[in-house]
Structures are given as structure tokens and as C-alpha cells.
């Protein structure tokens, strides 16, 4: 397989991702009001239904975050990079320098984010809720660094 036809999947799953993130927000919108708060976070983890929109949110973050990683290192050995070699903080730098929208900082935070909805699970709802409020932001971060990666792709004659 070729790595632009890796990329082309890889970018498949992360739209995946992303749909079922903004469907289990939907979902948590529905069953007690978006943005969440520690209230809202303690009836939802009270129904068995309601906590696996929760799980849904913190399943696909982290599963977009990992895809995303994917993405951008297979679209920069397509610009003809040697990614293979690089950390993934040296390839975010390197998306910075290709004017993507996305640095170093802030995918440590995101990945910071992600850390804490998974292992603040079930006793600090308030922070629960902080993380899920702030992973509903940063979708639209992915959601554009994805939205830049297919328009140039679409500009590049070659692909």
C-alpha cells in the first residue's frame, strides 16, 4: 500500500472518530444539557445508559488523538519528509512550520485532556466535566487541522 493510500485511510478513521465524538455529545446534550458541569457529570455516571456516552467521549478523543498522529505523519512523508526518524512532538513542530494549525503545546494539552478523562473516571465529576467541555472545544481543532490537510491534498497535483 502506498503511503498516500495509507493516508487516505488514515484520514477515513479520523473522520470516523470525530463523528461518533460529536454523536456521544449529542447524545449527552440530550440526556442532561451541554456544557456539562459536576451536577450534570453526577447523573450521568448514576445511569448505565448516559455513562457510556461518557465512555464514547473519552474512547474517541483518545482514539482521534492516536489516528491524528497517524495522519500527520503519513501527510508529511507524502510532502516527501523523513518522519520516520522524528518524535511525534518533532513531526508537530514540523506541522507548525507548514503553517497546520496545530503545535507541540497544544497536543500536549490535548493529550493532558485526554489523560484526565480517563483516569479521573468516577470520582471527580467537576473535573470530568472540565475535560469533556474542553475535548468538545478541541474537536473543532481537529476537525480544522483535518479540513487544512484534505484542501491541500486536493491542491497537490500529484495525489
Given at each position: 500500500?502506498?503511503?498516500?493510500?495509507?493516508?487516505?485511510?488514515?484520514?477515513?478513521?479520523?473522520?470516523?472518530?470525530?463523528?461518533?465524538?460529536?454523536?456521544a455529545?449529542?447524545?449527552?446534550?440530550?440526556?442532561?444539557?451541554?456544557?456539562?458541569?459536576?451536577?450534570?457529570?453526577?447523573?450521568?455516571?448514576?445511569?448505565?445508559?448516559?455513562?457510556?456516552?461518557?465512555?464514547?467521549?473519552?474512547?474517541?478523543?483518545?482514539?482521534l488523538?492516536?489516528?491524528?498522529?497517524?495522519?500527520?505523519?503519513?501527510?508529511?512523508?507524502?510532502?516527501?519528509?523523513?518522519?520516520?526518524?522524528l518524535?511525534?512532538?518533532?513531526?508537530?513542530?514540523?506541522?507548525?512550520?507548514?503553517?497546520?494549525?496545530?503545535?507541540?503545546?497544544?497536543?500536549?494539552?490535548?493529550?493532558?485532556?485526554?489523560?484526565?478523562?480517563?483516569?479521573?473516571?468516577?470520582?471527580?465529576?467537576?473535573?470530568?466535566?472540565?475535560?469533556?467541555?474542553?475535548?468538545?472545544?478541541?474537536?473543532?481543532?481537529?476537525?480544522?487541522?483535518?479540513?487544512?490537510?484534505?484542501?491541500?491534498?486536493?491542491?497537490?497535483?500529484?495525489?
Amino acid at each position: 500500500m502506498t503511503p498516500e493510500e495509507r493516508y487516505t485511510l488514515a484520514l477515513e478513521e479520523a473522520h470516523t472518530h470525530l463523528r461518533r465524538l460529536a454523536a456521544a455529545f449529542r447524545l449527552l446534550d440530550q440526556a442532561v444539557g451541554l456544557p456539562l458541569d459536576g451536577a450534570k457529570v453526577e447523573r450521568v455516571l448514576q445511569d448505565d445508559v448516559h455513562v457510556s456516552f461518557l465512555d464514547q467521549v473519552a474512547y474517541r478523543f483518545s482514539k482521534l488523538q492516536d489516528v491524528m498522529g497517524k495522519v500527520l505523519r503519513l501527510w508529511m512523508l507524502v510532502q516527501g519528509e523523513s518522519v520516520d526518524p522524528l518524535t511525534m512532538l518533532d513531526v508537530l513542530a514540523l506541522a507548525e512550520r507548514y503553517g497546520l494549525g496545530i503545535n507541540p503545546e497544544r497536543w500536549l494539552e490535548m493529550r493532558d485532556l485526554r489523560n484526565l478523562i480517563v483516569h479521573e473516571y468516577d470520582n471527580t465529576p467537576a473535573k470530568i466535566a472540565e475535560a469533556a467541555n474542553r475535548i468538545r472545544e478541541e474537536m473543532d481543532t481537529l476537525a480544522g487541522l483535518l479540513d487544512r490537510l484534505e484542501a491541500r491534498r486536493k491542491r497537490k497535483a500529484r495525489w
